[in-house]
Nanobody, 126 residues
Framework: QVQLVESGGGLVQAGGSLRLSCAAS????????IGWFRQAPGKEREFVST??????????DYADSVKGRFTISRDNARNMVYLQMNSLKPEDTAVYYC?????????????????WGQGTQVTVSS
């Protein structure tokens, strides 16, 4: 099992920034990717970004809606993954979840991730 704990959410004005953190513990050696997903009220949980967990060259991917505004990074020494969110928009308001992929599956495929954190709320006011 891999345990994931998100932090860093909050209330911010449009155009502002937040940095989300995801702390991983447990069997982190089994992790292939760490992804960020978000779920707004009444909507499906959607892919935001993902990063490979190990290796010198990190693979990254982003949803089109956040490209150029969000940056994902990792610190393996601390078992942390970060999501820097800039130029936030009201439509970014959602609960943000980090998730671990331990097996096969596409990087943006929700079903490929089998370990999830509890989520952190991000609210962007207009």
């Amino acid at each position: 099992q891999v345990q994931l704990v998100e932090s860093g959410g909050g209330l911010v004005q449009a155009g502002g920034s937040l940095r989300l953190s995801c702390a991983a513990s447990g069997r982190t050696w089994s992790v292939y990717r760490i992804g960020w997903f978000r779920q707004a009220p009444g909507k499906e949980r959607e892919f935001v970004s993902t990063i490979s967990w190990s290796g010198s060259g990190a693979y990254r991917d982003y949803a089109d809606s956040v490209k150029g505004r969000f940056t994902i990074s990792r610190d393996n020494a601390r078992n942390m993954v970060y999501l820097q969110m800039n130029s936030l928009k009201p439509e970014d308001t959602a609960v943000y979840y980090c998730a671990a992929q331990r097996g096969s599956g596409g990087p943006a495929t929700r079903a490929a991730y089998d370990q999830w954190g509890q989520g952190t709320q991000v609210t962007v006011s207009s």
